[in-house]
C-alpha cells in the first residue's frame, strides 16, 4: 500500500496539543498521541509544526529507540513542492572564532568602564572636600 502524500499547508493545520503532525526527513507523522509520553515534554513537539523539523530532531540525537518508536506515528511523505521555499538571511554568516578577540575586548570594557567612572567619581568628589 502506498503512503499518503501530504500537501504542506495539510500539515501545518495540525499544531497543537490535541491534534499534532510533524515533518522529519520527507515524512509525516501525527505524534498527538504521544504528546504526553515524549521525554522531552509536549511543547518540544508542538514548537516543530509547521515546519520541517528534521534539523529539530537531528539536533537532539534521539536513539535508536526513538527512532524506531517513530515509525509508530508514520501517516506519510510530505509533497516537497509544498514546502515554503527558505528564506536565507542577507546578513553574512560569521564563524565563532572569527571576532573572538573582539568580543573579549567587549566584556572587559564592560567591567571597566563602570569602574573607570566610579572613579573619576570619588577623585572629583576627594578633590573637591579638600577644597572647601
Known amino acids: 500500500m502506498a503512503e499518503k502524500v501530504h500537501a504542506f499547508e495539510e500539515v501545518a493545520k495540525h499544531n497543537q ?30 514548537m516543530s509544526t509547521g515546519k520541517d523539523a528534521t534539523t529539530d530532531f537531528e539536533d ?3 536513539s535508536d529507540d526513538a527512532q524506531e518508536k517513530m515509525k509508530e506515528f508514520l501517516i506519510g ?3 516537497e513542492s509544498t514546502l515554503p521555499v ?7 554568516t560569521i ?21 573607570l567612572i566610579l572613579g573619576v567619581a570619588f577623585l572629583m568628589r576627594f578633590y573637591s572636600k579638600k577644597e572647601e
Open 17 to 46: 496539543k490535541g491534534d499534532c503532525w510533524l515533518i522529519i526527513s520527507g515524512k509525516v507523522y501525527d505524534v498527538t498521541p504521544f504528546l504526553e509520553e515524549h521525554p522531552g515534554g509536549d511543547e518540544v513537539l508542538i
Open 60 to 62: 537532539v540525537g534521539h
Open 77 to 79: 511523505d510530505i509533497d
Open 86 to 92: 527558505k528564506q536565507h538571511d542577507a546578513t553574512p
Open 95 to 115: 564563524s565563532p572564532t572569527a571576532n573572538r578577540g573582539s568580543g573579549d575586548s567587549s566584556r572587559i570594557l564592560l567591567f571597566i568602564l563602570p569602574l
